[in-house]
Nanobody, 123 residues
Framework: VQLQASGGGLVQAGGSLRLSCAAS??????MGWFRQAPGKERVFVAA????????YYADSVKGRFTISRDNAKNTMYLQMNSLKSEDTAAYYC???????????????????WGQGTQVTVSS
């Protein structure tokens, strides 16, 4: 079972990036994105249900980020617009073989994690 995150990079404030998370080896139900800045804990960014019909966002990214998934390609995406310097972090994709229900923001409900992709926003 593997999750491979990609798409990070260096972008100016106000710019956009699209992260991808390719899953292999298993069919996942809930999936999500978390981020971790240096010296800080890993925090929830966004989550999506198996069908894609339910999406959830941290208040800090609501209206700027969009999570989506293509189950035919076993891939999840995070479109990030209007990026700010405070969005700088390593972004991790996570997946669960079970529905996370209301616990989507908790790291311990996900049983697979990607390696992280760095996003750096310059001001």
């Amino acid at each position: 079972v593997q999750l491979q995150a990609s798409g990070g990079g260096l972008v100016q404030a106000g710019g956009s990036l699209r992260l991808s998370c390719a899953a292999s080896g298993r069919t996942f139900r809930s999936m999500g994105w978390f981020r971790q800045a240096p010296g800080k804990e890993r925090v929830f960014v966004a989550a999506i249900s198996r069908s894609g019909g339910d999406t959830y966002y941290a208040d800090s990214v609501k209206g700027r980020f969009t999570i989506s998934r293509d189950n035919a390609k076993n891939t999840m995406y995070l479109q990030m617009n209007s990026l700010k310097s405070e969005d700088t972090a390593a972004y991790y994709c996570a997946a669960s073989t079970r529905d996370t229900y209301i616990y989507y923001a908790q790291t311990n409900v996900y049983n697979s994690w990607g390696q992280g992709t760095q996003v750096t926003v310059s001001s």
